[in-house]
């Protein structure tokens, strides 16, 4: 089997420049908590990493969809979808994707004196329960715009507010509890529909079935579908594309994630599947979207 470490569909990663690095870490507003390399690979068949001196920055991984395994203080586990680790710094270590269902993680190597307390006690697998109020989407909202921050001509300034954004997307994972439960509760405590539409919103990255939905809500698969149709006018699949058509809209216009980095990252294996879903939806392709979008 090969080992790869980069060269996937949909990748997208960033690496600091040094001259970069040496402007964050003079800088005062950011220099304890900073990033120094981060990205995102979609069902990485083959993904394999071994540091036997281990590296010199922090490293955060959520694994979104599928799962795989790290080894790490001689131990090897296993990390599934929904759950995250911070491995330490200058510590041996090796992860690889699961051979069977490879997993789309998101990665993000952080440095600076804040560094250690943003890990403490993260170092093994953690999970990010799925529920009502799991606010994931905002989560991964504040990834993209960090990268696409990052992606940008950069300067100090650029630099700083990635890295303030940076703190809040840790403290996202590290304090979940505060994060989720001070947030729109009534709003869909108040009606089960809500509920299932906000969870099919949490979870727009993954291949999801009538089933999950049906699960999510406790009713069976017929009783859910009839439910759906009555209180939304449209079927529950069709609805969830919907959504997902909504957010490759929002991805076209506000990044500059290429057609088949948009197509991974909303779960369509084939960008050709995506780009044909896509122009049945919306009436233009996905380039004619991005060309038009102001006219729109």
Excluded at 59 to 67: A, D, E, P, Q, T
Excluded at 77 to 102: G, M, S, V
Excluded at 140 to 162: C, G, P, V
């Amino acid at each position: 089997m090969a080992k790869v470490e980069l060269g996937f569909e949909g990748e997208r990663f960033i690496y600091i420049p040094n001259p970069m690095i040496n402007l964050i870490e003079d800088s005062p507003l950011t220099h304890d908590l900073y990033i120094y390399s981060m990205g995102y690979f979609s069902h990485a068949a083959n993904h394999y990493i071994n540091r036997p001196e281990g590296c010199d920055e922090f490293l955060f991984i959520y694994c979104k969809n599928g799962c795989g395994w790290f080894e790490l203080y001689g131990e090897t586990k296993r990390l599934n979808a929904d759950q995250f680790i911070i491995l330490p710094k200058n510590i041996p270590h090796a992860y690889w994707a699961d051979k069977e269902t490879p997993w789309t993680i998101y990665w993000i190597h952080f440095k600076g004196s804040k560094a250690p307390y943003f890990s403490t006690n993260f170092d093994k697998p953690t999970d990010v329960p799925i529920s009502t109020f799991s606010r994931i989407e905002e989560r991964l909202d504040l990834f993209e715009e960090m990268f696409f921050i990052l992606n940008e001509n950069l300067s100090i300034q650029r630099l700083n507010y990635a890295n303030l954004l940076l703190a809040h997307f840790l403290g996202s994972f590290l304090f979940i509890d505060i994060y989720r439960n001070n947030f729109r509760h009534k709003e869909y405590a108040e009606n089960v529909m809500k509920r299932v539409i906000h969870f099919m919103n949490e979870n727009i990255e993954k291949n999801l079935k009538i089933k999950d939905f049906a699960e999510f809500c406790g009713y069976s698969e017929s009783y859910f579908y009839r439910r759906f149709v009555k209180e939304t006018g449209h079927a529950p699949m069709k609805y969830f594309m919907y959504l997902k058509i909504e957010k490759a809209c929002r991805l076209l216009i506000q990044t500059d994630m290429k057609v088949n980095q948009i197509a991974h990252k909303l779960g369509f294996k084939e960008p050709q599947y995506f780009s044909r879903t896509f122009t049945n939806v919306m009436k233009l392709s996905p380039k004619e979207f991005r060309e038009q979008n102001f006219k729109l």
